[in-house]
């Protein structure tokens, strides 16, 4: 009779969890389909200034409250948003890193979530107000966006300060967390968008972390939790990425921010928004993170992330999230022929292409370097090519330097690219201002003259005896190569 009862009840456990599941899944999928409606159109790139958001700040009103909090090194306000007057506390903060700007955005898009009203959501968003107080920083290192830049202003990595605290932006946060007291804590980044799922090759557009808080990466309830509302973060976003979903090596970092917070008690949440291929503003994995943050927010408010999955079980799940790997290259050039002391070489070339900022305030160039090469058979890229039967040959440097941009307009360059003419040296012009014109724009330096080599630029021609099949310019395949060589 009892074993009977024991196995009713485990059925019963069991539909319980798969109706919350269900439920969890149907909730994604309507935020991810309405986040247009709560999109906040000031934010349409990711390299915005303090200035930006000082003027949305102003604006909030019920059931949002805004306070400063503190004083960035350079004078700027650390601002906080309040909102909610439940029981549990919650603190998200967003661009410690200063160039790490997509979760940003998606809090101001949560910003207008939480003052909306009569669109479906009504309940889930009274039970959040109603069952948690948010404290929410969007910008906590305003000297570094002013840069777009990952330090602070005095070039402290600031998670990487969390012992010694010298920045003043450091000891905002500790203090938040000390005196708030958060049940859980989200901490919100961007990291290289070439780290892959694993060895799937596939991207990874969304990486979480349940960090360590010692070194043996001990699991108690603190960071139980943790993996509880990962495990169903995860699952609402492999409906949108499926298979793109990846996991943070676990590692503990004692200088962390993440690290320490879990120890000092708060349930640390760790999001990093890596890349995905044509989003290179990342609006689309703003979006995602807007849908990963409220479903996790209705998770804790309704304390339902224990029945995301069985506690023993869990961890199992949590881990079974691959982990972030490093495989990709932003273009990768396959089984090219490359002629070095009259003897060919087959090789393959791994190209990454790196932002370089301009003295525009949205604007930025690529620079980009020939970072591997030989057998990269292991790796895979964003972009691939096939270059069997091609041969690497250096591109041409058309021979009169222009004296500015507008002179770009008067050259033709189906004709250059012929002759394989196809980068351009000019004389006065400001970084990113080139004109739009499928050439190689050299600020600086030069090309190669033989078949460019690790670390160098990649813009060269691939060739098929005397027929040029191929042309990469600044690490683009066949594309503008609008760019700069410092």
């Not at 700040?57 to 948003?81: F, K, W």
């Not at 090759?201 to 990466?217: I, P």
């Not at 507008?406 to 004709?415: F, H």
Request: aromatic share 6%; net charge neutral.
């Amino acid at each position: 009779m009892l074993s009977l009862r024991l196995t009713r009840l485990a059925c019963l456990l069991l539909c319980m969890t798969a109706l919350h599941q269900t439920h969890a899944q149907d909730l994604a999928r309507r935020l991810f389909d309405a986040h247009e409606a709560y999109k906040d159109t000031t934010f349409t790139h990711r390299r915005f200034k303090h200035k930006a958001i000082v003027p949305v700040l102003s604006t909030l009103g019920n059931p949002l409250s805004v306070s400063q909090v503190g004083t960035s090194a350079e004078g700027r306000s650390l601002n906080l948003v309040r909102a909610g007057t439940g029981p549990i506390p919650v603190l998200l903060w967003s661009q410690m890193h200063g160039d790490e700007a997509t979760a940003t955005m998606a809090l101001f898009d949560l910003f207008r979530f939480l003052q909306a009203s009569g669109d479906g959501f009504d309940d889930m968003r009274q039970t959040i107000l109603a069952k948690t107080t948010l404290h929410m920083l969007p910008m906590l290192n305003p000297d570094g966006a002013e840069r777009f830049q990952r330090r602070t202003s005095a070039d402290i990595d600031m998670n990487r300060d969390a012992l010694r605290l010298q920045s003043p932006e450091s000891v905002v946060l500790k203090n938040l967390q000390q005196t708030l007291k958060p049940l859980v804590g989200f901490n919100l980044h961007d990291q290289n968008p070439r780290y892959s799922v694993g060895n799937t090759g596939k991207q990874a557009v969304v990486s979480f972390l349940a960090t360590a808080y010692d070194q043996d990466r001990t699991i108690n309830d603190v960071r139980r939790r943790s993996m509880q509302l990962i495990v169903g973060m995860n699952r609402v976003l492999q409906q949108f990425i499926p298979g793109q979903v990846a996991r943070y090596d676990d590692d503990f970092e004692p200088r962390a921010f993440g690290d320490n917070i879990q120890k000092w008690g708060t349930t640390l949440i760790l999001i990093e928004s890596g890349g995905q291929v044509g989003d290179v503003e990342k609006m689309s994995i703003r979006r995602l993170n807007f849908v990963a943050i409220l479903t996790a927010l209705n998770a804790i408010a309704n304390e339902t992330y224990g029945n995301e999955t069985p506690a023993e079980r869990v961890v199992a799940e949590y881990q079974a999230i691959p982990e972030n790997g490093r495989a990709l290259f932003d273009l990768l050039i396959r089984n090219a022929t490359v002629v070095r002391n009259g003897k060919p070489y087959t090789i393959d070339l791994g190209i990454n292409r790196y932002e370089v900022n301009t003295d525009s305030a949205r604007a930025f160039a690529y620079r980009s370097t020939i970072d591997d090469l030989g057998d990269l058979s292991t790796f895979g890229g964003l972009t691939e090519f096939d270059a069997t039967g091609l041969t690497l040959t250096p591109a041409r440097l058309y021979p009169d330097t222009l004296a500015s941009p507008t002179d770009l307009r008067r050259l033709d360059v189906a004709k250059l690219r012929q002759e394989g003419i196809v980068a351009v040296k000019v004389q006065t012009a400001k970084r990113g201002s080139f004109p739009q014109q499928p050439l190689h724009v050299l600020w600086e330096g030069k090309l190669p003259g033989r078949p460019p080599g690790l670390g160098q630029v990649a813009t060269f021609l691939l060739k098929e005896g005397n027929s040029i099949k191929k042309v990469v310019l600044n690490g683009f395949l066949d594309e503008s190569g609008n760019g700069i060589i410092d």
